[in-house]
C-alpha cells in the first residue's frame, strides 16, 4: 500500500471533532437522552473525544459506550474461524434515547447497518443517528451519515487510512493506493 496524501492533519481532525460535536448539539436540540456509541475500533476514540467536546460546549457529560459488531457482520461464514468478541461496554440503556454511532469511515454502508442491528438488540432507541469522520462513497446500501466531518471522493483502488493518537500514536487521515 502506497501513501497518495494526507488529507487530515492533527489540527484539522480536532476541528472536524469540534464542528461534528456542534451538529450533534444542533440535530438533537441540545444533549438531552443524547447517548455516543463509538464502533470499535476507532469509532471509540472518536466518540469520547466528542463527548469531551460536548462537555466543553454544553457542561454536559454525555454517555459513552463501545459497541463491536462483529457478530453482526454479514462477511462471517460458517467456514471461518469463530471471531473474538470484546465485551459490551454500555454503562447505559439504548432504550428510549437518541443513538450516534460513531465511526471513523463510512463506505460501504455495512458497518453502519451491522451497528444498527448491534443497538435494536441492545433496546429501541428514540432515534438511531450517524457521525463519521470521513465519508468517502462507494455505499452498497441505503444509508448516509447525519454529521460527517470530511466528504473524500476515493476510487475503490484506494484506501482511506485513520489514525488517532489512542491508537497509533498520531492522529492523521491517509489515502492509500491499494496495490
Known amino acids: ?104 469511515v463510512l463506505f460501504t454502508g455495512r458497518t453502519v447497518r451491522a451497528a444498527m442491528d448491534a443497538v435494536i438488540d441492545l433496546g429501541r432507541p428514540k432515534r438511531i443517528q450517524v457521525a463519521v469522520l470521513v465519508d468517502r462513497g462507494h455505499r452498497e446500501l441505503p444509508i448516509r451519515a447525519d454529521c460527517v466531518g470530511k466528504n473524500v471522493p476515493t476510487s475503490r483502488q484506494e484506501n482511506v487510512l485513520v489514525r488517532l493518537e489512542e491508537i497509533d500514536g498520531s492522529d492523521e487521515v491517509l489515502i492509500a493506493q491499494l496495490e
Open 1 to 104: 500500500m502506497k501513501i497518495k496524501s494526507r488529507i487530515l492533519a492533527q489540527e484539522q481532525i480536532s476541528r472536524t471533532i469540534r464542528r461534528i460535536s456542534h451538529e450533534i448539539i444542533e440535530r438533537n436540540h441540545g444533549t438531552e437522552d443524547v447517548v455516543l456509541l463509538g464502533i470499535r475500533t476507532r469509532g471509540v476514540p472518536l466518540a469520547r473525544r466528542i463527548a469531551a467536546r460536548i462537555l466543553e460546549i454544553e457542561g454536559v457529560k454525555v454517555p459513552v459506550g463501545e459497541l463491536d459488531i462483529t457478530l453482526y457482520r454479514d462477511d462471517l461464514t460458517s467456514d471461518q474461524e469463530q471471531p473474538t468478541v470484546a465485551p459490551v461496554q454500555l454503562p447505559f440503556s439504548v432504550r428510549g434515547a437518541i443513538v450516534v454511532l460513531v465511526d471513523d
